[in-house]
């Protein structure tokens, strides 16, 4: 049987791979593809860490993910996946009573409140990973072309307009910010991020979240790291504001208590990078609609989720497609 998707980024690609997996004949339509630096798509630009997110639901998502980036990670390290110490700090929560994922994680362990540095109120270390985009789109991409999936590039107007290029009724939708137009759902917000790629020896993922949103993320086959961030939703600014550089940088080293070592904005500094992660007012969207599975709304977390997004996908193809009888 023969499913269409929209989109390229990295929910349209793993349900690509669950659904070739699970024997569908695979058709890809998407307006960016692995490779594209533009700042019209999130995927090339997260950082990206996986980690679990306490307060969102979907921990089986979750679950199913991390299990997954982690055999990976362990099976092929070309795929630009990397096993990496974490660190998570939080200033908004007393104790570790929301984080339902430290039975999931390896080595997770709670740093005692002694050792935690000023105005951190919970702090926890485990086994995760980080992975490079850079080289993880391609991968994907690659293993996919692999199994005969076929890439084409459009702008699409409508998802009727998909299942006409592809010539198949049944259509993953997983555009993104795309759904504001191709789902007409006033819901879909950008939010946007601003990070530096860094010159950088230091090799542990850390963070810090509550009153504000700091991290930094080793990035593999570089010398470097993402440092950043912040997160404003319905922001449309592309330009990259340099204030923030120095605001980043600061955070950054109180985070990493000066170990991520001096870094020069005028020299170390080797890509700003401005994007905007596809949120959804009251969460992601993960259900069928008639003859369409609709995958979009992963904000911030779109990898943490994917292939735990990917594998229900499938699921949802699997039940529109016994229901059409084809
Ligand atoms: C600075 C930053 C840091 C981040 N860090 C992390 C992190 O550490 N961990 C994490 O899990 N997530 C992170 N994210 C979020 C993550 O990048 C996204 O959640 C994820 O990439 C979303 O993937 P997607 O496939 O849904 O959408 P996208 O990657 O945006 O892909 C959308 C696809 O749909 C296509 N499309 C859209 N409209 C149309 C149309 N009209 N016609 C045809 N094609 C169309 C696009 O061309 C593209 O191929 C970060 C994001 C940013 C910006
Ligand atoms: C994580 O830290 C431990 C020491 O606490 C070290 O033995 C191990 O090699 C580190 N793992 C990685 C992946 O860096």
Redesign the pocket.
Known sequence: MEVGI???????LLSALTLTDAGYKVTI?????PGDETQ????P?????IYPHPDVGGHDLQTENFKYYWALAHRDPTSGVQIVNATEYYDDREDDSTIWYKTVVPRYRLISKENLPRGVKLGFTYTSMTINPTFFLPWVQRQLEARGVKFIR???NSIEEAQKITGTKLIVH?????AF??ANDKNVEGIR?Q?MFVKTGFEELKMHQGSHYTYV?PRMFTNGAII??VSQPGSTDRSVDIDLRSDILQRVKTLTNGEIGDIDLEKDVQKD?V????GRKGGYRLETDGSTVHA?G???????FSYGVALKVQALVDSIGGGMRL
């Open positions: 929209i989109g390229s980024g990295v929910i349209g339509v998407a307006r960016d593809l019209d798509w999130a995927s630009w997260a950082g990206v860490s459009k702008t699409l997983a555009s993104g910010l795309g137009t191709l991020g990070t993320i950043g961030g990078i994007a905007f992660r596809p979009y992963f904000a911030g977390l779109g990898y943490i």
